[in-house]
């Protein structure tokens, strides 16, 4: 005998007709390729098939359609090892959105000029899913150069870049970026205090200088790029190199003078009222 009541019999059927969202929105190929994706972009070396496999821990036929699918679109690509990793197709796709593209192309004339007095490569950077990402270059005028590609990931702890970029923020903001920080290769720990202290001084100086940490000679000097909402959006930084043959070149503070010059041109152009209070008081 069913001694259901009929209170009990509509929840039931309530409960059976409510659809799973997980289960009912779910698709599982797009997962797939998206945790291809970002597996690569955790390496900077790249996986063999075999190796993405193990990442994933999914089998190799699981994943084999889905690589040569990806590959073929463009979105990753195979060396003569058969190792994968990514190309720079979802960056170009990312950048394509105007807030972005704006800014790139209001910085590049600039960064050009930039270029020209300093006699230095330099790049701008922005903040990107917890780590630095490069969306602009400009290659020293000089014979030789050193600089980063577009599209470079660097670490946000440990760059003069990121200290910029953190330094400026309101405490939650910067709470929140620290929280999806996502290491980069050769990227070093910092202890919690000390990082704060670094960033304190940013803000007291106006910019960030520190030896880099992967190249020997190298000198990392950023200042920020103000935008709308009185809010740091932006980074340039120069990756200076000294030359030693006694040939005349901008000193580290007249590269100062040209960098706190071309960001403030910058920042106008982006909107900033430099008469305002700045979010992050």
């Known amino acids: 005998m069913n001694t259901q009541q009929p209170s009990d019999l509509a929840t039931e059927t309530a409960n059976q007709s409510e659809p799973d969202t997980n289960a009912r929105y779910s698709a599982p190929a797009l997962d797939k390729g998206l945790d291809i994706l970002e597996a690569l972009s955790a ?23 889905m690589v040569v699918t990806l590959q073929r679109r463009g979105y990753i690509q195979a060396d003569q090892n058969d190792r994968y990793t990514l190309t720079l197709k979802m960056f170009a796709l990312a950048h394509r959105q105007p807030p972005v593209k704006s800014l790139v192309d209001a910085a590049l004339p600039l960064l050009q000029e930039l270029a020209e007095r300093t006699r230095q490569s330099a790049h701008l950077t922005i903040y990107q899913d917890g780590r630095v990402i490069v969306i602009a270059q400009v290659d020293s005028p000089e014979r030789w150069s050193f600089g980063l590609k577009v599209g470079v990931l660097m670490g946000l702890s440990d760059t003069s870049s990121g200290h910029v970029l953190l330094a400026y923020q309101d405490e939650v903001t910067r709470t929140r970026m620290l929280g999806k920080h996502i290491k980069v290769e050769g990227e070093l720990d910092i202890d919690p205090g000390q990082l704060f202290s670094l960033l304190m001084a940013v803000r007291k100086t106006g910019y960030a200088m520190m030896p880099s940490i992967q190249i020997q000679g190298v000198t990392n000097i950023a200042f920020p790029v103000w935008g709308l909402g009185q809010r740091v959006i932006a980074a340039i930084n120069i990756p200076h190199i000294a030359r030693i043959d006694g040939t005349p070149t901008p000193s580290k503070e007249q590269i100062k003078t040209a960098l706190a010059d071309i960001c403030a041109r910058l920042s106008l152009r982006l909107g900033y009222d430099a008469q305002a209070t700045p979010a992050s008081s």
């Open 43 to 65: 390496s900077a070396d790249g996986y063999t098939l075999n190796q993405l496999s193990q990442v994933l821990q999914r089998n190799v036929n699981e994943i084999f359609r």
